[in-house]
């Protein structure tokens, strides 16, 4: 072994390349791993809240997922880094908006940060004050039941308390690119 190589005494290597190497590795994995799960096509939501000064908030999601029809739940996941993070983990109410086909500039637009993503959409408050989206596919309207950890995200069930449809041709997601389903 070359000095550069020799074990410290915590037994890690003293090369200065490795935690530079290492780091280049797991993002090439992480970056691998989200390409591998993008195979799986998704519908595109919305979920919205109010934050603690009672301001709306809102961001696109594609962890929307049914849990159970009796009694009715859903879950959705966030990550722990994203700045409305309190409002939707903190808050009672939520509500989950899925998008149609032709709402791609809607889901772009709560996909950004920053901009007043409501004063260029059309909605309303509900009977809690949380923001509903006009002209969606489906909204639910939901009780935060629980926030279950999980990893760099935590996993929100909700209580599903009112829903409708609309219905029309879903947004969907697959491979990182917006898609039309087969036959439409």
């Not at 890690?12 to 799986?40: C, H, I, V, W, Y």
């Not at 929307?64 to 808050?91: H, K, Q």
Request: net charge negative; hydrophobic share 40%; proline share 4%.
């Amino acid at each position: 072994m070359t000095a550069s190589t020799q074990p410290t005494p915590s037994g890690e290597s003293a090369n200065p390349a490795k935690p530079a190497a290492d780091a280049q590795a797991k993002a090439e994995r992480a970056r691998a791993l989200r390409d591998t799960l993008g195979q799986f096509a998704t519908g595109v939501t919305v979920v919205t809240a109010l934050n603690a000064q009672g301001e709306p908030v809102g961001m696109t999601v594609n962890s929307f997922n049914s849990v159970s029809l009796d009694p009715a739940l859903i879950l959705w996941s966030i990550d722990r880094g994203c700045m409305s993070y309190a409002a939707y983990t903190e808050g009672e109410y939520f509500a989950v908006h899925v998008l149609k086909g032709d709402q791609q500039n809607v889901s772009n637009l709560f996909a950004g940060r920053g901009a007043d993503k409501f004063g260029q959409v059309k909605w309303h408050k509900d009977a809690n004050g949380v923001p509903h989206l006009d002209d969606c596919a489906a909204i639910f309207h939901c009780r935060r039941v629980q926030n279950i950890e999980g990893g760099d995200h935590t996993i929100l069930l909700g209580e599903v308390v009112e829903f409708s449809a609309a219905g029309g041709e879903p947004l969907v997601f697959h491979c990182g690119q917006y898609r039309a389903l087969a036959g439409q």
